[in-house]
């Protein structure tokens, strides 16, 4: 997938149904958006097919043991906050 088109992606994935995933989604994203052009982060997109809810308890406690595959980006995502 071309970069601008994965970005494109993301940014659609990144609209949420809870505010507060939305604004710490979109920083990252504004942050990050050439390396994500560049295919970084491959596991950005399946953290995204989580439901609300549980993304948002991920975010909350980045050690939870069903977070183990996302920790890095997670904490990526939260260090993006300003």
């Avoid at 295919?39 to 991920?58: I, S």
């Avoid at 050690?63 to 595959?69: G, H, K």
């Amino acid at each position: 997938m071309e970069g601008s088109a994965r970005v494109r992606k993301l940014k659609w994935l990144c609209r949420r149904g809870m505010k507060e995933l939305d604004i710490l989604l979109q920083r990252f994203i504004e942050q990050n958006t050439e390396s994500l052009a560049q295919g970084a982060w491959p596991e950005f997109e399946p953290l995204l097919q989580a439901e609300d809810d549980l993304l948002w308890d991920w975010f909350l406690d980045t050690s939870r043991s069903d977070a183990a595959p996302y920790r890095e980006l997670l904490e990526r995502v939260l260090s993006a906050r300003g």
